[in-house]
């Protein structure tokens, strides 16, 4: 009797999976011209204000769009628009207002709070809005952060969870899942503030312990395809953490139709986007800071040729932006003044990483490069082929680009939505790239070093250039002298 009742909620638990809206990965998210072509022909709009073209979805009030994000018992919308919608939609209002009107849409619409309504169109629709919170969830779990956009989330939950065990075990899945992935960003955070916190100048290190002077990353990891790798342990972990709303809200400003004065400042979360291209910089000043440190010209030789390496292997990796902050670092002015270092080093490797990574036309031989490995990912056998990290600075300046150059909104107060088609396939490409899980094998010792060890400040880095190969003129000559005296007290 037992096993019966058992087969039954099994064979229940199936039907209600069966009816649950699928899911396709980010990377079948959008077709190359941008979006799903075929998106809306089956979708009935319960109220006006969409504007289409071929099928595709141009233009609409923004409440009209809400409308078009909530499920009814014959209408689940698109993942893609999911997507589009819930990344855009707060160049125009607060997460929690959107969540606060879906709820309260899902709520009336299908009689949620009514003890008499029918059962079995519970039974349907329940499964569609689950799934919607559920996509919610997992794409921005950030946005949970914000009390009330949870104390709602439990709220519609709890209404939809009310009539079925199984619902209940759903919901709770999820809640605990979003749980998880906020507890897991304050440890980052955490971590974050304390690497932040005890950061100091190299030279103060130096000139209070000068047995550290014979610590350099050689020593550490001699291997440049090792550090390579540890490389990206540190880009993939700082990628995995950066939210898809937060290339929105860094260029978040007002909207024209909005009235309430209060709400741009709160909407720019970047924390996370921030911290990653702190860590750019950072890659780049160790760079500098481990070539000027040798007094040794031969020792400075073999750091760049070392450093050279380690950016030749991050380019067969995939990983464009340790590349690039290595190239940033071996071309600041403290490094490349080094004229009598540059001559001991054979530079051919060099100059191929630099042709790569060349500005001219756009990027064009960098964007090259990226969408061959954004290829090779896509038919990747194994996740080392499936790296690609993109050259973040470019990324975000590409989605600034596009959010400069086309309006939110048309003439008509229309949100314009073949602006947020593009900008939604730019981030869902980075979102497919960060969701890859590092291949490689942790090293505690060289991550720490990489992460940790004092890097020189940009007048330490000048100072240690200019006591490497002297002054070229009188302006060197001056602040070299200014130096010596405000660094290390000397004249």
Not at 309 to 320: L, P, Q, T
Not at 366 to 385: I, V
Request: glycine share 2%; charged share 25%; with cysteine.
């Amino acid at each position: 009797m037992q096993a019966t009742s058992v087969n039954k909620e099994a064979k229940r638990t199936l039907r209600i999976k069966e009816s649950m809206p699928q899911t396709p990965p980010f990377s079948a998210m959008f077709d190359s011209s941008g979006y799903n072509r075929n998106l809306y022909q089956s979708a009935e709009d319960s109220c006006g204000g969409l504007n289409y073209h071929d099928n595709n979805l141009l233009s609409g009030s923004l409440e009209a769009l809400i409308q078009h994000l909530v499920p009814n018992v014959d209408y689940y919308p698109d993942r893609t628009y999911i997507f589009t919608f819930l990344l855009s939609s707060r160049l125009f209002m607060h997460p929690y207002e959107l969540m606060a009107k879906v709820c309260h849409l899902c709520v009336e619409h299908q009689r949620l709070n009514d003890p008499n309504s029918d059962k079995n169109q519970i039974r349907k629709i329940a499964p569609k809005i689950l799934q919607l919170l559920t996509e919610w969830t997992e794409t921005f779990p950030y946005d949970f952060r914000d009390e009330r956009m949870m104390r709602n989330l439990k709220d519609l939950a709890h209404r939809i969870a009310s009539g079925e065990e199984t619902y209940r075990k759903n919901v709770q899945q999820m809640i605990q899942c979003l749980i998880r992935k906020l507890a897991a960003l304050s440890q980052y955070e955490e971590v974050l503030a304390k690497i932040s916190s005890t950061s100091t100048d190299r030279l103060t290190v130096i000139r209070t312990k000068p047995q550290s002077i014979q610590r350099d990353i050689i020593t550490v990891c001699s291997d440049p395809y090792t550090l390579a790798q540890q490389l990206t342990h540190i880009e993939l972990e700082r990628l995995n953490y950066i939210g898809p709303e937060e290339f929105v809200q860094a260029f978040v400003q007002k909207d024209p139709l909005d009235n309430d004065k209060s709400c741009y400042s709160e909407r720019k979360k970047t924390r996370n986007l921030e911290a990653y291209v702190e860590w750019f910089n950072r890659l780049s000043y160790l760079v500098a800071t481990e070539i000027c440190m040798p007094v040794k010209k031969k020792h400075r030789a073999r750091m760049i040729e070392y450093f050279i390496d380690v950016a030749r292997e991050c380019f067969n990796i995939g990983n464009f932006n340790s590349l690039m902050a290595i190239i940033s670092g071996m071309n600041m002015s403290p490094v490349s003044r080094l004229k009598k270092t540059w001559a001991k080093v054979k530079t051919a490797k060099f100059d191929v990483l630099e042709h790569q990574m060349d500005p001219s036309s756009n990027f064009y031989n960098y964007r090259t490069a990226l969408r061959g490995a954004a290829q090779r990912s896509l038919t990747a056998h194994s996740s080392r082929e499936k790296i690609v990290i993109p050259f973040f600075s470019l990324l975000i300046k590409d989605i600034y680009f596009l959010n400069e150059g086309c309006a939110n909104r048309l003439p008509n107060g229309h949100v314009n939505f073949e602006k947020f088609w593009e900008l939604a396939k730019q981030v869902s490409e980075f979102m497919t790239w960060k969701q890859v899980e590092c291949p490689f094998e942790r090293d505690r010792k060289i991550l720490q070093y990489l992460l940790t060890v004092p890097v020189f400040s940009e007048d330490s880095l000048y100072l240690a250039s200019y006591e490497s190969e002297g002054p070229e003129n009188h302006i060197e000559k001056d602040r070299w002298k200014s130096l010596r005296s405000s660094l290390l007290g000397r004249v």
